[in-house]
């Protein structure tokens, strides 16, 4: 039994340490949108932030999450709006700019890799809030484990909406 | 209930059942006719409360419409469905609130995920249309005028100063739109609407044409929209899937797992299907492991490798068994004398669908014996059909329940994609619901692929230069083997593989000529399709080998990759540009106005090829463009590759790619331009990095290392040009085409660059190195 703090909520967790958070989070704990892709770790599907920090859950076993909080793309618009310091009253409803950027440039195809996206795209914006083409690019290639894969081939779409995310970031910080 | 009150527009029927106390609505039902013909399944797999009725107007104006295509993500049934029906029906796009998909049990029509904006569309429209006249005969009895005064705009019935709106004018009442089809829902096509009522002519169009959003994308993006693999039922356990060691072999003795370490996991055997359950998902993932390690299989060996693949396509197929199908355009005598011949053979390997999201079926199969299958298919009601074959039940006890999932490009166009039948087999078994994931390595190794081909193309030239033969034939076994893989390991009933003697036309194994002719400026035209069976399939003991299903563009994308690639190396012997060489043989105009646009956009420099830079030894990189066309589906499409090839280490980077399309009609831009885009990203993918690995036993591409893809970081710029003609009445598809467009135009880029031929994909370095040395690839 151990507790781990998933998307500002502290969770007990019956799951033995070994297994993969991304098992933890689906079938425990409900939170469904890192979805198993591969299990290799080479595609990015179930990628979630560790202290903001892109990790993939189908191979982190919930050992090694200890007290760092996990992520996920239910967790970004309280994520966006405790950085923000947003009222409770605007946070409610309120989408995280990634999140408002994909659906503003009508980015997914199918859509399966798309949290994995927003989730690596949140972590690059968190650190580097006006990447150029080639940052975006870079951080969905070579920055992590393993490309995130799109098959559908969204790319282009991506590269649009994480610009789009970075515009929304700056006038959200601008408030 | 009160008698009928009926009147009669045009061939469908409008039936008043009943007045109500509150709410009313006027729901649209499949013909009387049809629905005797589906016997018990109309009655009681559709809830009579929820008819399974095309479209739907309600009291408070809002609007469903059901439909029982899927979305893959091409947004067509979210956007242009919906605009379509708000067009012909004379509703706004908002007033369509919901669209029910897919489900067999929820909606009316059946068929595959296909052709989505040809035939789907248009039943779609017919309804609409329908609804609208009924409608109008409907008020213009209620304000007794005639009904030439009535008209419907914006939900808004008017005549003369009096309004009502479609709310209110079924309000309180129970009614019913009776429309006339044909067809089945559990046939491969599915329903069609009969009749012709009167449809908008596209001049009036206002909907239609518009950049509406995907409604589908918000859940997807807020993480509130349950998608096939997050289905969970009360009592659900998990199974893994240990698939035979080879695509022949039989199983010898099941092992076991580890009842120390997974003490709640149970192996499960029926015939060659053997499984791993538990309550828990990860004791089931880690248990298959020891399952798979402990059980022993026959060998076999069946399969040429893919490394031998054309030579044995080449040398040991007959291609006597299966009868050559001509193509249409055949004309003239395509052996007349010429005074230069461009002769090549192109090949395609087989490639994956490869979804992101391996398979993955809930199946429940209840103690009535009453089956639901919770899945992602591209056609739910022929999968039903399947599964009952399976069971050995009637269609009606199975339902068939869809979720979003990941796209797969055509691998389910036939019901299953892998996992479904074998979810409910195990559920019967276990007598309780069972999710069955499959792992990365099952889809890549135990789903269908795209079909491998080659082609012999021959282009004869006059002394000028313009060509007055042209001559293809095409060989490849078939593409649409709908066996449900779990029912053929269990030995339970199927269809037949595809073979001749399979009474289905799409089943047989005839290599029709799907590429339609575009160049009508040739006088000599002689093309062949060659089939054969699916290879292994007959030799494996348990009748699986290679197995094929349809993929983006299928058999257009095998025949059109060897017709284009030869244009443009025939072009080169003409010594004229290949861009303008296409001008001067296509005989449509669309075709020429196309061309000219793709010049234009795509920065191209009009020159024969080779480039005057082109080189293949040395050092450095050298660079090139091509051009490829195509007819799909009335829509007509150009596209130009350049690209940079690193003759040291045989990298092709494909820097920029422009796609024109012409289809007539567009829908929605900004939808098909997204659609446009990734299907351009996902050509280059193929054209490449894919191609998948065998040995003589199966496969041998198990992941993303092993079937690599095209990378964020390897994308070129891509530009679509969207160049709408509407005048010519009819749409054109959608992205499946620019698909296939890229492999040839970067192939002709290739030769441009470095002035050798490639004739084949993927162009991986280890095929680039032979090409670029003249060695066979």
Known sequence: MQTILVNGESRRVEASPETPLLYVLRNELGVMTPKFGCGLAQCGACSVLLDGQEVRACVTPIAAVGAKEVTTVEGLP?????????????????????????????????????????????????????????????????????????????????????????????????? | MNAPDTVQPVSAVLSRRGFLAAGGSLVVVLGLESVQAQSKAASTSLDAKQPASWIEIHADNTVWIRTGKCDFGQSSIFTAYRQAVAEELGVTFEAITEVVTGDTDRTPDGGGTFGLLRTNLL?????????????????????????????????????????????????????????????????????????????KPPSSYRIVGKSYRNSIIPPKIDGTLTWVGDV?????????????????????????????????????????????????????????????????????????????????????????????????????????????????????????????????????????????????????????????????????????????????????NGGNAGSEDEAVLLSRELGRPVRVQWMRADDMQWSTQSSTSYADIRIGLDESGRIVSYKADHRGPPMQDDRPIGAVLAGLPTIEPPGPKNPFPLHGARNNIADRWIYGAIDNVSEHGH????????????????????????????????????????????????????????????????????????????RPSPAPTARAAGKGVVRGRGVSLMLRDNGYWACAA????????????????????????????????????????????????????????????????????????????????????????????????????????IAAAFFDATGKPARRIPLRPEYVKAMLAGRPA
Not at chain 2, 379 to 405: C, F, H, I, W
Not at chain 2, 555 to 564: C, D, G, L, S, Y
Not at chain 2, 727 to 744: F, I
Request: aromatic share 6%.
């Open chain 1, 78 to 175: 309280a994520r966006w709006a405790s950085q923000q310091k947003l009222p409770a009253a605007s946070a409610a409803g309120t989408l995280h700019p990634v999140q408002q950027a994909w659906i503003d440039e009508q980015v997914p195809q199918c859509g399966i890799c798309q949290y994995g996206m927003m989730i690596k795209v949140t972590e690059l914006l968190e650190h580097n809030p006006k990447p150029s083409n080639e940052d975006v690019k870079a951080a969905l290639t070579t920055s992590g484990p393993s490309p995130h894969l799109c098959r559908c081939g969204s790319y282009a779409a991506i590269l649009e909406g994480a610009q789009r995310a970075a515009q929304l970031v700056a006038q959200g910080r601008g408030k």
């Open chain 2, 123 to 199: 039943n779609l429209r017919k309804a609409a249309a329908y609804t609208r006249e009924a409608v109008l005969d409907l008020a213009a009895a209620k304000f007794s005028v005639p009904r030439s005064d009535v008209k419907l705009e914006d939900g808004v019935v008017t005549a003369g100063a009096r309004s009502i709106t479609l709310g209110e004018l079924v309000a309180g009442q129970d009614l019913r739109l009776t429309i006339p089809v044909s067809g089945r829902a559990t046939d491969f096509m599915g329903v069609q609407v009969q009749g012709n009522p009167p449809l």
């Open chain 2, 232 to 412: 969970k039922l009360p009592g659900m356990w998990h199974a893994r899937v240990v698939h035979p060691r080879t695509l022949g072999s039989k199983l010898v003795t099941a092992g076991t797992v580890d009842a120390k370490a997974y003490p709640t996991a149970r192996v499960v055997v029926i015939g060659n299907l053997v499984a791993v359950v538990s309550p828990n998902e990860w004791e089931a993932v880690q248990a298959v492991s020891g399952l798979a390690g402990t059980t022993r299989w026959s060998d076999w060996k069946g399969l040429p490798g893919h490394g031998k693949l054309l030579d044995h396509l080449q040398r040991k197929v007959d291609w006597k068994e299966i009868e050559v199908a001509p193509g249409a355009a055949n004309k003239g005598d395509a052996g007349v004398a010429s005074a230069r011949t461009h002769a090549g053979t192109y090949f395609m390997p087989y490639l994956k669908h490869a979804p992101i999201g391996p398979t993955v079926s809930v199946g429940d199969v209840k103690p009535d014996g009453s089956v639901t299958v919770h899945t992602h298919s591209q056609n739910p009601q022929y999968l039903r059909g399947l599964l009952a074959k399976m069971l050995g039940k009637s269609e009606d006890d199975v339902v068939v329940r869809t979720y979003a999932g990941p796209g797969h490009y055509g691998r389910s």
């Open chain 2, 531 to 606: 089939g054969t069976f699916q290879l292994g399939q007959r030799e494996s003991p348990i009748a699986v080998g290679l197995r094929d299903h349809s993929m983006r563009t299928p058999a257009q994308f095998q025949q059109n990759f060897p017709r284009e690639t030869a244009m443009s190396e025939a072009a080169a012997l003409a010594r004229a540009d290949a861009l303008q060489f296409r001008l001067d043989h296509v005989g449509e105009e669309r075709f020429k106005a196309i061309l000219l646009r793709l010049r234009e956009e795509s920065g191209w420099n009009t």
């Open chain 2, 642 to 745: 350049h690209v940079a090839v690193d003759l040291s280490t045989g990298v092709v980077k494909v820097e920029r790619i422009t796609t024109v399309v012409d289809p007539g009609i567009v829908v929605n831009p900004l939808q098909l331009r997204r659609q446009a885009e990734a299907g351009s990203l996902m050509g280059v993918s193929e054209a490449l990095r894919e191609e998948v690995a065998f040995d003589e036993s199966g496969i041998t591409s198990v992941d993303w290392s092993t079937y690599p893809i095209l990378t964020m970081g390897e994308m070129p710029e891509v530009k679509i040009v969207i160049a709408p003609r509407p005048e010519v009445g009819n749409y054109g598809q959608g992205s499946e085409s620019a698909n296939a467009l890229a492999a040839p135009a």
